[in-house]
């Protein structure tokens, strides 16, 4: 079934070419396939932290600003006021925190690898969870967003939107980890299909599956108990 979901929200909505970086001499995140250097691995990692909590348009509004501000690097991360950094991210919400846990993860990159966000990512997708949580204000989601968009290695990343589809569609899980194994068992071991998945789930979730859900306009409502349930009840 996960499968068969994938390939009508596939077919509907296309690639997403996630996920969105700057290229250089810009300031605008662009969907252009993922990170292909240094500097778009940590582009990456900052969205993920600046992305809690909000949408991406809030998110990505800060990482303009960290462009404009020469921001995407650990050194001047750890240099910079928290004020003054929390100003900069305002947008993202939860500012004063978001800048803590920038400057978090910026430390724990400089103690520990030398500055370099290669030499985190290298680490097996194991291991590097387990150090990516170690760090204060990076759970689950940011972790595995991390591990799978950054790093580019195969993890499933189960956010709102997710719980929300598959609980709408008839899966009853809710829990992070639950939820994850459902995928991993039932899916290859693929990180371009992970990728694409999730990216996919968000654009569902963005602008059909909402709250209040459009089933007239979705790709998988054939596939859907509460849109079954819906349609029972009008006939
Ligand atoms: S049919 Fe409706 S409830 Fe089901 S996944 Fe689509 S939008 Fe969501």
């Known amino acids: 079934m996960l499968e068969i979901i994938y390939n009508k929200l596939y077919s509907h909505f296309g690639p997403q070419h996630w996920w969105p970086v700057t290229e250089k001499?810009?300031?605008?995140?662009?969907?252009?396939?993922?990170?292909?250097?240094?500097?778009?691995?940590?582009?990456?990692?900052?969205?993920?932290?600046l992305a809690q909590n909000t949408s991406w348009k809030n998110a990505e509004k800060a990482i303009v600003e960290l462009n404009k501000n020469n921001l995407i690097n650990i050194k001047k991360i750890l240099k910079i006021k928290n004020?003054?950094?929390?100003?900069?991210?305002?947008?993202?919400?939860?500012?004063?925190?978001?800048a803590k846990k920038l400057k978090n993860f910026c430390d724990f990159l400089s103690k520990n690898y030398d500055g370099k966000i290669s030499l985190l990512l290298n680490n097996n997708a194991e291991e590097l969870k387990k150090k990516l949580i170690s760090i204060n204000g990076i759970g689950q989601e940011t972790a595995d967003s991390i591990i799978l968009y950054a790093a580019k290695k195969p993890v499933f990343v189960v956010d709102a939107y997710t719980k929300r589809i598959l609980n709408r569609i008839g899966y009853k899980e809710t829990e992070y980890n639950k939820l994850q194994t459902l995928f991993a068992k039932n899916l290859p071991n693929s990180e371009r299909l992970f990728n694409e998945y999730h990216a996919l789930l968000v654009e569902l979730g963005k602008g059909i599956c909402k709250k209040q859900p459009l089933c007239g306009k979705c790709p998988v409502s054939r596939c859907c108990?509460?849109?079954e349930a819906v349609s029972l009840k009008r006939d």
């Open 225 to 227: 108990g509460y849109y």
């Open 25 to 49: 001499g810009k300031l605008n995140p662009e969907y252009s396939g993922g990170p292909k250097n240094e500097r778009q691995q940590l582009e990456v990692c900052f969205g993920t932290i």
């Open 83 to 98: 004020k003054k950094l929390a100003q900069i991210i305002k947008s993202s919400g939860y500012y004063n925190q978001k």
